[in-house]
């Protein structure tokens, strides 16, 4: 039984877990479950009887003995209250750890690349898995095709099941030239579990996107963003079609280090610890920082294209999946209230200065990251609806004119087109 199934399954603490028995006599008689549309694979359990019935339905059927078709609205409250805390608080300790202070602490990736010995290392063929909600599997999907890797580093796109997990549909329809769900390109896998589990010496831990696998050698090569953006840009040149960009060229290095000492606890990881924090103090100190980082990239953007001057580098790419993030997702789910970035006179021009770079359009899927939060990865929001799109946040919005070009003495769009 996976973690998140043994986790659902646990009673909320003021309720003893009714018996085997009780459950089995109450059940309905099980209905065919809609797997396609449920998009993860449940495993089958059984009962004393002929029947077969899903932890889905187990837990219906548990939630329904539990809870009457009506309540006292004072004891609904209550229960409702005391269950969800109880749930939730037994969810973000397993899933989002925390620090004492209630601060979300983010697990360290297990795959990591040997910076000394990549650049020597020849290549076998190279696969990209990645989700699309994800905004550390965007960063790679935007450095691949601004580098103009698409043919040589094939993608797989899996989607959120709703257990959390990274599940792989058919191929989905595709819609122009934008990244679109597929299935596993590789060994057809069904789950992201199954290809981290594939490599020589199995895996047990934490099966996250991005990840670059080698096809050779079955192995995982390296599942941190930041590693495989880095990689994508320096160690791919002989292959990439766009060989002459450099997104991160020696003399701006210092720089991109400076602004990701200040983007990523602050910004990228920022939202999460709003989102993620187990209680008010780490809340506040997460939001206060969070805006305070906005503030001060705003204030510089005004007389600065990109973060390190004229040219696009990855601090930008990392900065970008955020934002494109923002105001769809953090700004309500993760309650990354005080402003919408739609609000900062230069981060949003910022903002639309990139979407519109040739390619970096297609890599950004707003319907895909609204459902992967709103409805899938972590359910913060029981109900599943996915909210309507804000205003400055859709396609036509983000490729309105931006007027940042005067900004920079060289044409930086012409750089990244030349492939
Ligand atoms: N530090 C990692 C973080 C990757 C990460 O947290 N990915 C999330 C999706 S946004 C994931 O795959 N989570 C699945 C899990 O934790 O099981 C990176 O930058 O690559």
């Known amino acids: 039984m996976s973690t998140t199934t043994s986790l659902l399954l646990s009673p909320p603490t003021p309720f ?23 998009r993860h694979s449940t495993p089958k359990m059984s009962t004393n009887k002929t029947t077969t019935t899903t932890p889905t339905q187990l837990l219906t059927s548990i939630t329904k003995l539990l809870f009457p078709k009506s309540l006292p609205p004072q004891l609904l409250i209550s229960t409702v209250r005391t269950t969800w805390s109880a749930t939730w608080h037994l969810m973000m300790s397993q899933l989002a750890p925390s620090d004492p202070s209630g601060s979300y602490t ?64 058919d191929d989905s329809i595709r819609i122009g030239d934008k990244v679109v769900p597929t299935r596993d390109k590789v060994a057809g896998a069904k789950t992201l579990r199954e290809v981290y589990k594939s490599r020589s010496g199995g895996y047990d831990g934490r099966c996250t996107v991005p990840m670059m696998w080698d096809v050779e050698k079955k192995e995982v090569v390296c599942n941190e963003s930041y590693e495989i953006i880095e990689f994508l840009n320096s160690g791919l040149n002989g292959l990439a079609k766009n060989p002459g960009l450099d997104l991160a060229p020696p003399e701006l290095r210092e720089r991109i280090e400076e602004w990701n000492r200040i983007v990523y606890p ?129 396609h036509d919005f983000l490729s309105q004119k931006h007027h940042r070009e005067s900004l920079s003495a060289s044409q930086q769009s012409a750089q990244v087109l030349a492939s």
Request: aromatic share 10%; with cysteine.
């Open 16 to 38: 003893r877990r009714p018996t085997t028995t009780t459950i089995a006599t109450i059940l309905p008689p099980p209905k065919p479950t809609p797997q396609k549309k449920l």
């Open 106 to 169: 983010r697990p360290v990736s297990q795959f990591r690349i040997n910076p000394n010995h990549h650049q020597q290392q020849l290549p076998s063929t190279l696969h990209l898995y990645v989700g699309l909600p994800c905004p550390w599997a965007h960063r790679t999907l935007i450095v691949r095709a601004l580098k103009g890797l698409n043919d040589a580093v094939a993608v797989s796109v899996a989607s959120p099941g709703l257990d959390g997990s990274w599940v792989f549909d």
């Open 266 to 394: 602050n910004i990228n990881n920022g939202v999460y610890r709003c989102g993620f924090a187990q209680t008010q103090e780490a809340y506040n100190t997460a939001v206060n920082e969070l805006f305070s980082a906005l503030d001060t990239v705003d204030d510089h953007l005004k007389g600065s294209r990109y973060l390190c001057g004229d040219k696009l580098t990855l601090a930008d790419v990392c900065l970008f999946t955020t934002l494109i993030r923002f105001d769809l997702v953090y700004n309500v789910m993760f309650k990354c209230t005080k402003k919408k970035v739609v609000e900062y006179p230069s981060l949003h021009g910022y903002m639309r200065d990139i979407y519109q770079i040739p390619h970096v359009a297609e890599t950004c899927n707003l319907e895909a990251i609204m459902d992967g939060y709103y409805k899938f990865l972590f359910p913060l929001n029981p109900g599943n609806i996915r909210p309507i799109m804000p205003s400055g946040s859709d």
